[in-house]
């Protein structure tokens, strides 16, 4: 099974800065297969990001994905209020797996 | 636009099984897969199974497998999952979630509550 490690395990932030988020694979995950969400609180998770880099539908430009091979990396570019919640990555290359999460806190 | 209606909050015995339906509107239900995941307190994730609604194949995560059953209903457009033999560790949310591969599109979450 592929083990996602997520880090920071708290991010510390204000509206308006840069958020860079951490996603890494125990096994190299091909980049089509790797996916992030967001979840705040009593909600369900939503899809942020596809493909490692690819934006679902909806989403603001100012969330981004990158990366390859067992490191990948969600970042938002100006953060605001409504970005203060808990982000997951996701595999799904081999059967699924999830990271423990980030939470993201002003 | 996608709607996911899952059925409400259960409260279960150890030992028994759980049904959460899961209704589908706003999309051709036969042309998509539905994952079923669940997330206990504090825990992270969890994939359990996911149902191709079109010809019914199904794929378990190892974890679950024996007993988890999920099955769909086409003409109600609705999936379904059943988990047996429960324990206390499986009290969580369970989440239906909409897709073949990446999870599109979530329902809004069902409470199972195991205890005795």
């Known amino acids: 099974e592929i083990v996602l490690t997520q880090s920071p395990g708290t991010l510390s932030l204000s509206p308006g800065e840069r958020a860079t988020l951490s996603c890494r694979a125990s096994?190299?995950?091909?980049?089509?297969?790797l996916a992030w969400y967001q979840q705040k609180p009593g909600q369900a998770p939503r899809l942020l990001i596809y493909?490692?880099?690819s934006r679902a539908t909806g989403i603001p430009d100012r969330f981004s994905g990158s990366g390859s091979g067992t490191d990948f990396t969600l970042t938002i570019s100006r953060l605001e209020p409504e970005d203060f919640a808990v982000y997951y990555c996701?595999?799904?290359?081999?059967?699924?797996?999830f990271g423990q999460g980030t939470r993201l806190e002003i | 636009q996608v709607q996911l209606v899952q059925s409400g909050a259960e409260v279960k015995k150890p030992g028994a099984s759980v049904k959460i339906s899961c209704e589908a509107s706003?999309?051709?239900?036969?042309?998509?897969?539905m994952h079923w995941v669940r997330q206990a307190p504090g825990q992270r994730l969890e994939w359990m199974g996911w149902?191709?609604?079109?010809?019914?194949?199904?794929k378990y995560s190892q974890k679950f497998q024996g007993r988890v059953t999920i099955t769909r209903d086409t003409s109600a457009s609705t999936a379904y999952m059943e988990l047996s033999s429960l324990k206390s560790e499986d009290t969580a949310v369970y989440y239906c979630?909409?897709?073949?591969?990446?999870?599109?599109?979530w329902g809004q979450g069902t409470l199972v509550t195991v205890s005795s």
């Open positions: 979630a909409l897709g073949a591969t990446v999870m599109k599109a």
């Open positions: 706003g999309y051709t239900f036969t042309s998509n897969g």
């Open positions: 149902i191709n609604a079109g010809n019914g194949n199904t």
């Open positions: 096994q190299s995950v091909s980049s089509i297969y």
């Open positions: 493909g490692a880099s």
């Open positions: 996701h595999q799904y290359g081999s059967s699924n797996t």
